[in-house]
């Protein structure tokens, strides 16, 4: 009798752990902004890649934030993205390879967000594998443009957010060939704002005809960190500055516009029929950058943005994309 209650209790804890294994890892995400409501509330595409170590049914990411929960679903041969409530159906498996799933697309909160992942082999997704935390942090913040141009001053970069959350600054990073690179400069950030926000940088030590390489690197108050893409700019001091909006495109037509002495230009927008949208122009403090922004809210589209000089000859028409 003792002997065979000790194989019983040998074999209960392994038999549990067995079925709360990691029957499904997490091997890495990519999570891109692409609007806000304007109310705090933000949309995401997200795409993860998996792999599926033990027979599966179901694959379940969840984003908490606050009291709001939203979950992904995938599930079936081939994986695709299934509605959670079930019924769910068998995985493929295959411990060494990675399967990257398809883009879901992802309604939160603008705020500190938790992702988790759970696994399944029950056909109603009840829980029958070990519970994954992926990300326990604040969401990104929301490069909307980031470019640099040559003036005779240096290279000057100019990027914009679209909103921000605990963003303590943006480390300015620079490199002679894409691979290597060093800090220059640090740019206060907003902290945590959903409007929409505009920076510069001038990098001065630089030679003519020399490509340089930046990025940005955001830094948030709990210390997490994130890297923006890479642009290169040639440094050609004689070149005239071309007009340029960002973000571009921008939320119901709040943009800024650096051009040489913009702030004496004449600004006037159109929508594609040709009518004139009241718009209201403010000055930065820089004579080659101005913030513009619709006097209303005006439905996504294309726009375009006229530039007059102070005589009311059309200096150049510039495309904005609203959303």
């Not at 992926?134 to 679209?162: C, D, H, I, K, R």
């Not at 929409?196 to 490509?211: A, G, K, L, M």
């Not at 893409?229 to 650096?258: D, M, T, W, Y």
Request: hydrophobic content about 35%; charged content about 15%; some cysteine.
């Amino acid at each position: 009798m003792k002997k065979l209650l000790f194989l019983f209790l040998l074999y209960f804890p392994l038999h549990t752990y067995a079925q709360m294994a990691n029957c499904i890892n997490h091997e890495s995400y990519t999570l891109v902004y692409q609007s806000n409501d304007g109310a705090g509330n933000c949309t995401f595409s997200f795409t993860p890649t998996i792999t599926v170590r033990q027979p599966s049914r179901l694959i379940a990411y969840t984003f908490t934030s606050g009291a709001t929960s939203v979950s992904v679903c995938y599930s079936g041969n081939p994986i695709a993205l299934v509605n959670c409530s079930g019924p769910f159906t068998s995985l493929p498996v295959n411990t060494t390879l990675a399967v990257t799933l398809p883009a879901a697309t992802v309604d939160i909160p603008c705020s500190n967000v938790t992702i988790s992942l759970r696994g399944s082999n029950a056909a109603n997704g009840a829980a029958t594998c070990r519970l994954q935390q992926v990300y326990n942090g604040p969401l990104p913040v929301s490069l909307l443009s980031f470019y640099g141009s040559s003036n005779p001053a240096g290279v000057v970069l100019n990027w914009a957010t679209e909103w921000e959350k605990d963003n303590e600054s943006f480390s300015v990073q620079k490199s002679l060939n894409a691979k290597s690179f060093e800090s220059i400069g640090n740019v206060k950030g907003k902290q945590t704002t959903n409007q929409v926000s505009s920076y510069e940088f001038i990098d001065t030590d630089v030679v003519p005809d020399q490509v340089y390489y930046y990025r940005l690197k955001q830094n948030d108050v709990n210390g997490h960190e994130d890297y923006s893409r890479i642009i290169s700019v040639r440094h050609q001091p004689g070149q005239e500055a071309l007009p340029k909006i960002f973000p571009n495109s921008n939320v119901g037509g709040s943009f800024s516009l650096s051009a040489p002495n913009a702030e004496s230009a004449v600004l006037k927008l159109y929508n594609q029929a040709g009518i004139e949208i009241p718009i209201i122009v403010n000055k930065t403090g820089d004579v080659n950058l101005v913030s513009v922004a619709a006097k209303a809210h005006i439905p996504t589209g294309i726009y375009i943005l006229k530039i007059f000089d102070a005589k009311g000859s059309e200096q150049n028409a510039l495309k904005v994309l609203v959303q």
